[in-house]
């Protein structure tokens, strides 16, 4: 049985640590020394140099006394957003919050928290099981860079879970995107705009015009679009001669990302060509997007477990990235699953100590579903 004042204490105090993305190095002494007082084999990877983070990623192995059990890995991530400095928690009834001077923190230290609690619970409730390997990454907040950087050769695990989804525990993350991302420069013609602005072109209004014609924001259940960025001019009196503008899409099937790429490029030639200009387009993909299928292992794992700890499983789609892009493209199929975290990335940030409990339960319960499987 979890055991809650144990576990929101632990939570409150990695919280507390100061491990924003490239300043990893405490979080993850405090997290080797943890796990190693826990029994396991812990070993820090060598990739700080390679990647310039405060920290290698840690990996730890639980070894299993079910030698049929098909080995897994549980995996979180370290780091966190800014501000995330001084983190000055406070419990509201079932939330824990911040003081709303800085982020909590939640993600993903409260996946953290549940794997530290299971990993006891197993321990204290003598639980059979098999080989579990705990990866936790750093640098993730900016860009998967730990597990990008983990060797995948290392690992033996066959499937494995991510806690790292802001759904309510239940929910599995079965499909994710791939990414495009779209940089182009508009070139207009400059002109004095008091003495001749009939001479010049506005850069600025052909990227607006273009931006209008673009088909953006949430277009289908799969498929998204945004301009993030623009920039461009000098002074008022100046008709503007060049502006430059970044934007990307994401969706599950690359088909679709490939064809609003191309509506994009057209809408921003079109503009262009209509006013006697030009625009220098640049498209570029990142193919890390992933569909597990509801009759894979991970998938059905997860499942079971989730019902057995008597929540129903949610299997959907996100329109954003984790490591288990990384670990699945990997060949090691990674199911993301809810941690119930709400309002992540602000200051508004809360973490219901209910879904905190719930997901302890479910990783002692996905360990077991693993071994008699």
């Not at 990739?47 to 070894?63: D, P, V």
């Not at 006891?120 to 639980?127: A, F, G, H």
């Not at 502006?243 to 679709?256: D, N, P, Q, W, Y």
Request: glycine content about 10%; overall charge negative.
């Amino acid at each position: 049985m979890v055991n809650q004042e144990r576990l929101v204490a632990e939570f409150l105090e990695l919280v507390q640590v100061d491990s924003e993305s490239k300043n990893e190095a405490e979080i993850a002494k405090l997290l080797k020394e943890k796990l190693t007082a826990l029994g396991l084999e812990v070993t820090e990877d060598e990739t700080k140099a390679q990647t310039g983070l405060g920290s290698g990623n840690l990996i730890a192995r639980l070894k299993g006394s079910v030698q049929t059990a098909d080995p897994i890995l549980f995996s979180c991530h370290f780091d966190t957003v800014t501000p995330g400095n001084g983190v000055k928690p406070v419990i509201n009834g079932d939330l824990i919050e911040t003081d709303k001077t800085t982020i909590l923190g939640a993600d993903d230290k409260a996946g953290i928290a549940a794997l530290l609690e299971g990993i006891r619970l197993l321990k204290e409730e003598n639980v059979a099981h098999g080989d579990v390997e705990f990866v936790l990454t750093a640098g993730e907040e900016i860009g998967l860079i730990g597990a990008t950087a983990v060797d995948k050769k290392a690992l033996n695990a066959k499937y494995g879970f991510a806690l790292d989804s802001g759904g309510s525990v239940g929910e599995i993350i079965v499909a994710s995107p791939d990414h495009a991302k779209i940089k182009a420069n508009v070139h207009g013609i400059a002109a004095h705009a008091g003495v001749a602005p009939e001479e010049g072109v506005s850069a600025i209004e052909i990227a607006a015009k273009a931006i209008t014609n673009m088909p953006l924001g949430r277009l289908d259940e799969e498929l998204t679009a945004n301009i993030g960025m623009i920039n461009g001019g000098l002074r008022t009196n100046i008709v503007c001669d060049l502006v430059t503008l970044t934007g990307e899409a994401r969706a599950i099937t690359f088909s679709k990302l490939e064809n609003q790429m191309k509506v994009m490029s057209e809408a921003l030639e079109k503009a262009a060509v209509e006013r006697g200009c030009t625009v220098d387009i640049d498209v570029s993909y990142e193919r890390v997007g992933y569909t597990l299928k509801e009759t894979d292992p991970v998938v059905q794992v997860a499942k079971t477990a989730i019902e057995q700890i008597g929540r129903t499983p949610d299997l959907c789609a996100t329109g954003g990235g984790s490591d288990a892009n990384i670990f699945t493209l990997a060949g090691i199929p990674t199911a993301n699953l809810g941690v119930g975290y709400l309002d992540i990335h602000s200051k508004e940030e809360k973490m219901p100590i209910s879904e905190l409990v719930k997901l302890s339960e479910l990783v002692v319960e996905i360990v077991k579903v693993v071994a008699v499987k």
